[in-house]
C-alpha cells in the first residue's frame, strides 16, 4: 500500500518564510538594544540667592587743597648813597722825556748794508714776431737789419726744398695735406721742435726731421741778452 503525504502538513514547505520573520526580529532586537540609552539620575538642586541686606556704597571722601595766599612782593632796594669824596690826594705827573737830540749828543755810525745781488730772471721763450735782435741763418746778419727777417724766411725755404722727401707710405695711400711745425731756436743757436699738427704721422715725422736738420743760427736777443725764439713754419705735402 503506497503512502502519501499531506501537503498541508509539510512543514518543509514554508521555511524560507519562517526564516525571513525570525531574521527580521533578531535584526529589529539588535537595533533596538544598540539604540537604547540610559540616563543618570538628576538631583533637584535648589538655588537660593544670598543677597546682603547692606547694599549701601561707600562714597569717596574728597579732600579741597586751599592755595596759600602768595608771599608779599620784596621792598624796594634801598637808594644807593653816593659819597662824595674830597680831592685831597696828590696824582703824580708822568714826565714824558723828549727824543729829539742836542747838538751835543753824538750820532752813531749806521752800519753800511751789503748789497745782494740780484739774482737773474728766468728767461722765457720769445715769438719770433716780438723779439727785438731776430735769429738769422749765417750770412744774414750782413743784411741790413730790416732784411734780415726775409733772409731768414729765404733759407728757410731752400732748407726745406733741398731736405724735402715724400714719406713713400703716404704716397701709396695718397696722403697730401699741410704739416704745421712748431720749433725752439736756443739761446746757443741749436733747434728743438715742439710739436707738429697734420692729417698724417708719416707727413708730421718727416716735418720734424727736416727741421731737426737745420743748422746752427744765431741766436736771438732781447735787451742784448740771447734769448730762445719759437717759429711756427708750415710744410705742404702734395701729391703731383
Avoid at 715769438?127 to 737789419?145: A, N, S, Y
Avoid at 726731421?209 to 743748422?215: M, N
Wanted: proline fraction near 10%; hydrophobic fraction near 35%.
Amino acid at each position: 500500500m503506497e503512502l502519501k503525504k499531506n501537503p498541508k502538513a509539510d512543514l518543509n514547505r514554508n521555511i524560507s518564510l519562517f526564516f525571513a520573520i525570525g531574521l527580521a526580529l533578531i535584526s529589529g532586537l539588535c537595533w533596538a538594544a544598540i539604540e537604547f540609552k540610559t540616563y543618570d539620575k538628576v538631583e533637584k538642586l535648589d538655588y537660593t540667592m544670598d543677597l546682603q541686606d547692606d547694599l549701601d556704597e561707600d562714597v569717596p571722601v574728597t579732600m579741597q587743597l586751599t592755595t596759600p595766599p602768595p608771599p608779599p612782593p620784596p621792598p624796594p632796594p634801598a637808594p644807593e648813597v653816593i659819597e662824595v669824596v674830597e680831592d685831597d690826594e696828590e696824582i703824580e705827573e708822568v714826565e714824558i722825556e723828549s727824543t729829539e737830540t742836542t747838538k751835543e749828543e753824538v750820532i752813531k755810525e749806521v752800519e753800511e748794508i751789503e748789497e745782494v745781488a740780484e739774482e737773474e730772471p728766468i728767461v722765457t721763450d720769445v715769438p719770433f714776431t716780438v723779439i727785438e735782435d731776430k735769429p738769422m741763418f749765417p750770412g744774414c746778419e750782413k743784411k741790413p737789419k730790416s732784411k734780415q727777417a726775409e733772409c731768414f724766411k729765404e733759407k728757410l725755404d731752400a732748407h726745406v726744398r733741398k731736405t724735402f722727401q715724400y714719406p713713400e707710405i703716404a704716397q701709396e695711400m695718397g696722403i697730401q695735406g699741410r704739416v704745421y711745425v712748431n720749433f725752439r731756436i736756443n739761446k746757443d743757436g741749436t733747434i728743438s721742435v715742439i710739436g707738429t699738427r697734420g692729417p698724417d704721422k708719416n707727413l708730421e715725422k718727416e716735418a720734424t726731421r727736416i727741421i731737426e736738420k737745420l743748422p746752427k743760427l744765431i741766436p736771438g736777443k732781447q735787451r742784448g741778452k740771447p734769448t730762445p725764439v719759437t717759429f711756427a713754419y708750415p710744410i705742404v705735402f702734395r701729391l703731383n
